[in-house]
């Protein structure tokens, strides 16, 4: 009885987020100083094409029609409710008009999971293991070491990072490419092998940067449990330093570090704006980085509109599971 | 033991599906499935990243960047672009431009159009023989037939609004003749279908292709069938490149009989992403052709690469014969910009040397016109009236003119050390301009004072009601470079003069919106375009009065909204005259005399670019030494220059 109560209450504050969250991103849009009709229209003008002002006003009412922006502001947004909660349509992208929205968050996703997830596990199992062991050994040098090494790689903007590693790995030991292509259609060996080669860079702006954050955090969780009466009892009682490490200090470290990774998986649906941009590898964050110069902004409700449902349903998620990892948690 | 696992396997299982779903979504990417693909032979030398030889292929920059619908073709949806090659390659226009000449050739079309009556209303318009399409059907007066018909009933098009302004009727005479009668006179008819700057968006459709679409509004048109001297053999499914070969029929092409046979077996156009990786790549040889780099990176490519070639050998380097001028526009309803001694005011208390110089080191050309100081128009308009800018004054007698501009200009780059300033006047006034307006000042302080400003005590302009004089600038943020430098060094030059003046950087939909509405004050944008001698339809856009509406409403032109009745009468007269009938460059001078005492804009600078070449693999490019064309990789035009391109041989 108490999960069903926590759970229908989990659900509840999961849709209420989604729906302050989705209806947020619908008013904001339409605060920004451009008109995706009109901003349609000046770009169909300045290219040559001049009309008399009775044919501008037939194609403003035929882009008002197709981007969903007939009626009241009220209207708009029953309207824009009912197709996004029932049928996923964010209707057309301005700056890709007629292509709808979801067919380019769609081909975008795979990409940004496919960097942004392994990355992010990546980084997070590499910083964890990292700070563990610095946090235990913390009086040993090469924990010092390790930590100095993370404290200087933690400030530096991942965006440095990617640029560094394309002066050295592109320009002046040329072993990755310049620019993202991919050879042959999934799920061939080429399509696979050719991937993995065009992301090492990505990926590795992003684990290098990722990884000096879990480092810190774990390394200062590690060492303070490390430090607790329960584990001086083990060492004491005899307790294997393995046994100590992983099962006493490492178990009550990672529940926040858990926490932490839910929500950066969840952020994965963000894209990587920088580092996409920079090794122009075709995920959400160059489509989000396309709607906000095109003002497209069904592109920026669609795709943000994702990012927060993954983030709440990330937080969703761990909400359910972390008495799974944590005993002293119930459910109430 | 099994609780304690429990954790683990459920995270396990959990990022496991998180990895699934990837996979899943990586199943549905759309692959590209063209029929033209074949085995690469086994071949000597560098492959490209496609798998094409490197010394058969020509590898361009994409101008454009990534392409996000890269198989969306049908050139008349709104969202299809251009510059992947497309209208460069496989789409040929019925007239297309020779730059050099300023005049305008038959491409598809055998001779240019011919009319039938005294009125510039009927028309006979003959199609070359001899044209296929790539899928081997023959280019007919159906295409055309069909093309029109398409575009007239799909309002869904936004070229349907222009073309039912134009077009009243056809009748297909034979398989290779029309007659066109249009709506209204249209002594230029080259020019309303055909092309003038970039491209134009009258292109023919197969109709035995199009016919088949359940709704041409939304039919992809992917592979597209090519009626140029290339076809797309495959495409980047994210975007970032675009594989063209050259036909095996490319005889049967415009492009072919006009230009002959192009080299290049492969043309990559290529996005490889920001500036400073489009240089790396061009340092490595991956990079034929540069679109459009900024003067800095252009200093990094030839330190490093000494194949690179710019459209100079020396100072400036960058070609200037872009056909759009930059400058400063104002929206003229706006107050106080609807007073010409406002206008005139800011004119003088441009220093424009400086100004060029903070905008790009000085390499720049200056306009006083209202059109740009390329080549052609310079000959045109700008030398011929520079005997009238010299005399031209204010009713108090005051000549604004200051026709030393250039050579002053020419001293200071020496004076800094630049090497390749020519000493000749007459070279100096073609690399640097005619002349601008006098940097005065006092005498800027004075028109303001007559229409009722005055200097507060801080020595800032106040307007004649007593409040700050407050200006934003519009200016582009993350593209056209030389537009948003521009902006920020008059900005400067205009603080310095006690105006309170403020730099907005805008991405592209902002802008664009911005100055289609109206609803600015100032901006950094370039109305003044041009490249033949007749600029009638670049002109009658801008200045017509007809085109005015509300502020807040997208402009169909006359985007400033400026109203004169004097210069729309010399376009109505301008109107009924022929691109080649001498009254047209006369009535042309008077209407820029007229536009230049009313000052509507600020025209300052044509525009520069920076557009290198790399001549390891490729060579005889067009420069300053070898000028059959410009430097308009991203030009429909393109088609017509690359068999000039010769291979070097290297691998």
Same mark, same amino acid.
């Given at each position: 009885m108490g999960f069903?109560?926590?759970?229908?209450?989990?659900?509840?504050?999961?849709?209420?987020?989604?729906?302050?969250?989705?209806?947020?991103?619908?008013?904001?849009?339409?605060?920004?100083?451009?008109?995706?009709?009109?901003?349609?229209?000046?770009?169909?003008?300045? /290219?040559?094409?001049?009309?008399?002002?009775? /044919?501008?006003?037939?194609?403003?009412?035929?882009?008002?029609?197709?981007?969903?922006?007939?009626?009241?502001?009220? /209207? /708009?947004?029953?309207?824009?409710?009912?197709?996004?909660?029932?049928?996923?349509?964010?209707?057309?992208?301005?700056?890709?008009?007629?292509?709808?929205?979801?067919?380019?968050?769609?081909?975008?996703?795979?990409?940004?999971?496919?960097?942004?997830?392994?990355?992010?596990?990546?980084?997070?199992?590499?910083?964890?293991?990292?700070?563990?062991?610095?946090?235990?050994?913390?009086?040993?040098?090469?924990?010092?070491?390790?930590?100095?090494?993370?404290?200087?790689?933690?400030?530096?903007?991942?965006?440095?990072?990617?640029?560094?590693?394309?002066?050295?790995?592109?320009y002046i030991k040329p072993i990755f490419p310049l620019s993202f292509s991919v050879q042959g259609k999934f799920p061939s060996l080429q399509f696979i092998v050719s991937t993995v080669y065009n992301s090492i860079l990505p990926a590795l702006s992003i684990v290098i940067a990722g990884s000096g954050w879990w480092v810190l955090s774990m390394k200062a969780l590690s060492s303070s449990i490390s430090e607790e009466d329960f584990v001086r009892f083990a060492k004491l009682k005899g307790v294997g330093e393995g046994k100590i490490m992983g099962q006493y200090v490492l178990r009550n470290a990672i529940l926040p570090q858990i926490t932490m990774l839910a929500l950066v998986l969840g952020g994965v649906f963000n894209g990587a704006l920088i580092t996409e941009i920079l090794f122009a590898y075709p995920g959400l964050g160059t489509l989000i980085y396309t709607a906000v110069l095109q003002a497209d902004y069904n592109l920026l409700m669609g795709t943000i509109s994702l990012s927060i449902i993954a983030v709440a349903t990330a937080t969703f998620l761990v909400d359910l599971l972390y008495p799974f990892f944590d005993p002293r948690i119930r459910y109430r | 033991m099994r609780a304690r696992c429990q954790p683990v396997t459920l995270a396990f299982l959990v990022i496991a599906g998180l990895l699934l779903g990837a996979c899943a979504q990586l199943v549905q990417a759309p692959a590209p499935s063209l029929p033209t693909?074949?085995?690469?032979?086994?071949?000597?030398?560098?492959?490209?990243?496609?798998?094409?030889?490197?010394?058969?292929?020509?590898?361009?920059?994409? +101008?454009?960047?990534?392409?996000?619908?890269?198989? =969306?073709?049908?050139?008349?949806?709104?969202?299809?672009?251009?510059?992947?090659? &497309?209208?460069?390659?496989?789409?040929?226009?019925?007239?297309?431009?020779?730059?050099?000449?300023?005049?305008?050739?038959?491409?598809?079309?055998?001779?240019?159009?011919?009319?039938?009556?005294?009125?510039?209303?009927?028309?006979?318009?003959? +199609?070359?023989?001899?044209?296929?399409?790539?899928?081997?059907?023959? $280019?007919?007066?159906?295409?055309?037939?069909?093309?029109?018909?398409? $575009? +007239?009933?799909?309002?869904?098009?936004?070229?349907?609004?222009?073309?039912?302004?134009?077009?009243?009727?056809?009748?297909?005479?034979?398989?290779?003749?029309?007659? +066109?009668? %249009?709506?209204?006179?249209?002594?230029?008819?080259?020019?309303?279908?055909?092309?003038?700057?970039?491209?134009?968006?009258?292109?023919?459709?197969?109709?035995?292709?199009?016919?088949?679409?359940?709704?041409?509004? %939304?039919?992809?048109?992917?592979?597209?069938?090519?009626?140029?001297?290339?076809?797309?053999?495959?495409?980047?499914?994210?975007?970032?490149?675009?594989?063209?070969?050259?036909?095996?029929?490319?005889?049967?092409?415009?492009?072919?009989?006009?230009?002959?046979?192009?080299?290049?077996?492969?043309?990559?156009?290529?996005? &490889?992403?920001?500036?400073?990786?489009?240089?790396?790549?061009?340092? =490595?040889?991956?990079?034929? $052709?540069?679109?459009? $780099? %900024?003067?800095?990176?252009?200093?990094?490519?030839?330190?490093?690469?000494?194949?690179?070639?710019?459209?100079?050998?020396?100072?400036?380097?960058?070609n200037l014969d872009d056909p759009c001028e930059r400058g400063i526009a104002f929206v003229i309803p706006n107050s106080p910009y609807e007073k010409k001694e406002v206008r005139w005011a800011l004119a003088l208390a441009t220093d424009i040397q400086k100004v060029s110089l903070a905008t790009f080191a000085g390499m720049l050309r200056v306009s006083p016109l209202a059109t740009p100081p390329i080549h052609i128009l310079q000959e045109t308009y700008h030398k011929p009236l520079r005997p009238w800018l010299i005399d031209f004054a204010f009713e108090d007698g005051y000549k604004p003119f200051d026709p030393d501009f250039a050579v002053k200009m020419a001293k200071t780059l020496r004076d800094q050390g630049i090497e390749g300033i020519p000493t000749d006047e007459q070279e100096i006034i073609d690399l640097f301009g005619v002349g601008w307006w006098k940097y005065d000042p006092e005498k800027a302080a004075q028109l303001l004072e007559s229409v009722g400003f005055k200097r507060g005590a801080d020595g800032k302009w106040l307007l004649p009601d007593g409040t700050p004089w407050r200006m934003t600038i519009n200016a582009p943020a993350n593209f056209e470079v030389q537009s948003q430098r521009l902006a920020y060094a008059v900005a400067d030059v205009w603080r310095q003069f006690g105006i309170d003046v403020n730099v907005q950087a805008m991405e592209a939909g902002t802008f664009w919106s911005s100055w289609s509405n109206g609803t600015f004050d100032a901006g950094s944008y370039w109305p003044g375009c041009g490249v033949a001698p007749d600029i009638y339809d670049n002109m009658v856009s801008a200045w017509h009065k007809k085109y005015i509406v509300p502020i807040g409403q997208p402009a169909p032109g006359n985007a400033v909204r400026y109203e004169s009745d004097t210069l729309s009468a010399i376009l109505d007269e301008l109107s009924?005259?022929?691109?080649?009938?001498?009254?047209?460059?006369?009535?042309?001078?008077?209407?820029?005399?007229?536009?230049?005492?009313?000052?509507?804009?600020?025209?300052?600078?044509?525009?520069?670019?920076?557009?290198?070449?790399?001549?390891?693999?490729?060579?005889?490019?067009?420069?300053?030494?070898?000028?059959?064309?410009?430097?308009?990789?991203?030009?429909?035009?393109?088609k017509y220059m690359v068999p000039k391109f010769e291979p070097t041989g290297r691998r």
């Open positions: 069903v109560r926590f759970l229908l209450s989990r659900i509840l504050i999961y849709i209420l987020v989604i729906w302050v969250g989705i209806t947020t991103i619908f008013f904001i849009p339409r605060l920004m100083p451009s008109d995706p009709v009109e901003a349609m229209l000046g770009r169909v003008m300045s /290219q040559g094409a001049f009309m008399e002002p009775e /044919q501008v006003q037939a194609l403003r009412q035929s882009l008002i029609a197709s981007f969903g922006l007939e009626g009241t502001l009220g /209207q /708009q947004y029953v309207g824009f409710l009912k197709r996004v909660l029932l049928t996923g349509d964010f209707g057309p992208s301005l700056a890709m008009f007629p292509t709808p929205v979801m067919d380019l968050i769609r081909k975008a996703i795979p990409w940004s999971l496919f960097l942004l997830l392994s990355s992010a596990i990546i980084a997070w199992v590499i910083g964890n293991v990292i700070g563990l062991l610095s946090g235990y050994y913390r009086h040993k040098v090469y924990s010092r070491i390790l930590e100095a090494i993370a404290v200087t790689i933690y400030p530096i903007p991942y965006y440095i990072l990617a640029l560094i590693l394309i002066i050295l790995f592109v | 693909a074949e085995a690469t032979p086994v071949v000597e030398g560098r492959l490209t990243e496609v798998g094409t030889p490197r010394h058969e292929t020509l590898i361009l920059d994409h +101008l454009d960047g990534r392409v996000d619908n890269p198989t =969306q073709f049908n050139p008349y949806m709104s969202g299809t672009r251009f510059n992947q090659g &497309y209208h460069q390659l496989a789409l040929s226009n019925m007239w297309e431009m020779n730059t050099v000449t300023g005049q305008q050739f038959p491409a598809m079309a055998a001779e240019m159009p011919e009319p039938l009556n005294e009125d510039y209303t009927k028309f006979r318009i003959k +199609l070359r023989q001899g044209m296929y399409w790539s899928d081997g059907v023959e $280019i007919t007066s159906d295409d055309f037939a069909y093309t029109v018909d398409m $575009i +007239l009933n799909t309002p869904e098009f936004g070229y349907s609004g222009f073309l039912k302004q134009v077009v009243k009727s056809y009748k297909v005479i034979d398989r290779y003749t029309i007659e +066109l009668e %249009t709506l209204r006179p249209e002594p230029r008819l080259g020019y309303t279908l055909g092309v003038t700057v970039w491209g134009d968006a009258f292109r023919l459709v197969p109709k035995h292709v199009f016919e088949k679409a359940e709704n041409p509004a %939304t039919f992809n048109f992917y592979p597209p069938v090519s009626s140029g001297p290339y076809v797309l053999k495959d495409v980047d499914p994210n975007g970032y490149w675009f594989l063209w070969e050259k036909r095996q029929d490319w005889q049967r092409t415009d492009a072919g009989m006009i230009a002959g046979e192009p080299k290049p077996k492969y043309i990559l156009v290529r996005f &490889y992403g920001p500036e400073e990786k489009r240089v790396i790549a061009g340092i =490595q040889h991956d990079l034929d $052709i540069f679109t459009d $780099i %900024t003067p800095e990176s252009w200093d990094i490519l030839r330190q490093k690469n000494p194949y690179a070639k710019a459209w100079y050998d020396h100072f400036p380097w960058a009924f005259l022929t691109s080649d009938d001498p009254k047209t460059v006369e009535l042309m001078r008077e209407f820029m005399k007229a536009w230049v005492a009313e000052l509507p804009w600020l025209p300052m600078f044509g525009t520069s670019k920076f557009v290198p070449v790399d001549t390891y693999y490729w060579t005889n490019f067009p420069d300053a030494n070898n000028y059959y064309e410009g430097p308009w990789w991203w030009w429909s035009l393109f």
